[in-house]
């Protein structure tokens, strides 16, 4: 049953609604949806830390450099999709929409496939070249076997919330996060606990739970399809060519960042498992917060890209400054919890068998990043505006750049003068990645947004 014209005009409130709320609206469940997709991984390392062993921690954040890379891809190659399909909609294209996005998941559902097999097959070997602690090595290979496993399923999941995202339903990804969290906390538990399945149990209950969650998501979104007008070909080699030029910066970016971040692993391997279960402790930490200030600059490009298709464009500047506040908010909050609880933080994935010097690594790196992290923000709101007018190439080059001093300093000094430079340099980069992209977003401005 298609929708009406009054149904479609509510679905169009990033168009319509003052921008702070209808930004604040749009972002809220992709915030909660991304904080509930950490609680995978959090769960994960605080059943595995305090229940299997501080190796266990440390495996599964060994993991988590090689992992990053292919979600990284999946989120790359959503957000970039997401860009074409939002402009559609804002222009009342709902037959070229509905095309777009079954090109983009019809294609990217066979990458998924060839790349959970290149992962299942070259985990291991790159794990020894990121000289992962002789220690920890067996576990991280059996964890990442189960993880490429499940890949496509995490593929899947992951474009389709880009898709939900890109037409103003952001709420129906965060249901099945709830869903899937939950489901995967249980399972974790149960297999962990009470089945004593170590690292594999933790690794195949949140396959499970992907799999499951990918698979109602998809049913859903079909049938949110059918409710708009016309009939969209399910695949266009022309549409493709467009989406891909959306998606393979993007992408490019998203990855090449995780690289650099896998490179950055293997210094903190370099240090032995003691300081690579305190890095991967607050690692998560990090991670959760972070992924507040990734939704906010999620929520901003859909924002900007269908107020671009509308003709709406002083809306844009606009929607930008609200992500701004939302992410300033989001920082202060941040710098509130972990400076001055640090080390119960630490605590939480480390438990009482914790050593004193991964205390020491976690609470160094909690202190020194929450101080910065309304930089993250403010470059998370600014690379959203460039991705939804379409200036991927700068947005591309700006993290490029950012990823650059961080990986150098990591390499270069972190050896020669301590773990602290790993994460020293991460505010520099942040700042750097904003410089060039707001040189670039006020020169877009200028010339109207294109």
């Not at 993880?147 to 965060?174: D, E, H, Q, T």
Request: proline share 3%.
């Amino acid at each position: 049953m298609e929708q009406s014209a009054a149904d479609i005009r509510r679905l169009e409130y990033l168009i319509w609604d003052p921008p702070l709320r209808a930004l604040t609206v749009f972002a809220l469940p992709i915030i909660l949806g991304s904080i509930f997709q950490q609680v995978y991984n959090i769960a994960d390392s605080v059943i595995l830390g305090r229940f299997v062993g501080q190796n266990a921690l440390a495996a599964v954040g060994a993991s988590a450099s090689l992992t990053n890379v292919f979600i990284c891809i999946a989120v790359g190659a959503g957000s970039g999709a997401s860009v074409l399909v939002s402009r559609r909609l804002g222009e009342r294209d709902y037959e070229g929409m509905k095309r777009a996005v079954w090109t983009s998941l019809s294609f990217f559902l066979v990458l998924s496939i060839a790349l959970g097999a290149a992962g299942l097959f070259l985990g291991g070997p790159i794990m020894r070249v990121l000289h992962t602690p002789e220690d920890v090595i067996d576990l991280s290979v059996l964890y990442l076997q189960v993880y490429f496993a499940g890949f496509p399923f995490l593929f899947l999941y992951n474009v389709l919330s880009s898709m939900y995202n890109a037409i103003g339903k952001s709420r129906i990804p965060l249901y099945f996060l709830i869903f899937s969290s939950c489901l995967n906390v249980a399972m974790d538990l149960f297999m962990v606990i009470r089945l004593h399945m170590g690292v594999f149990g933790a690794a195949l209950a949140t396959l499970i739970a992907q799999g499951i969650s990918a698979a109602l998501s998809f049913f859903v979104f079909r049938r949110l399809m059918r409710t708009f007008p016309g009939n969209g070909a399910l695949f266009s080699l022309a549409d493709l060519k467009h989406l891909l030029a959306y998606a393979i910066p993007s992408i490019i970016q998203q990855s090449t960042v995780s690289i650099g971040m896998m490179l950055v692993q293997s210094v903190v391997n370099s240090f032995g498992s003691e300081a690579l279960a305190g890095f991967s402790a607050t690692a998560r930490v990090e991670n959760l917060v972070s992924v507040i200030f990734v939704s906010i600059g999620n929520a901003v490009s859909p924002f900007t890209a269908q107020n671009l298709g509308a003709g709406k464009r002083d809306r844009i500047r606009e929607g930008y400054h609200a992500g701004l506040l939302l992410d300033l908010v989001t920082a202060a909050l941040a710098f509130a919890v972990m400076i001055p609880f640090s080390h119960a933080i630490a605590g939480l994935f480390l438990g009482q068998d914790g050593t004193p010097g991964a205390y020491s690594v976690a609470e160094q790196y909690m202190r020194w990043i929450g101080t910065f992290f309304f930089f993250l923000g403010a470059k998370m709101a600014t690379d959203g505006v460039l991705k939804g007018v379409g200036k991927m190439r700068i947005f591309m080059l700006a993290n490029l750049c950012n990823l650059t001093l961080r990986v150098a300093a990591a390499m270069t000094l972190a050896p020669r003068f301590g773990i602290g430079f790993v994460w020293y340099a991460v505010p520099a980069g942040w700042i750097t990645n904003i410089l060039i992209s707001h040189a670039a977003l006020r020169k877009s401005e200028k010339n109207g947004w294109t």
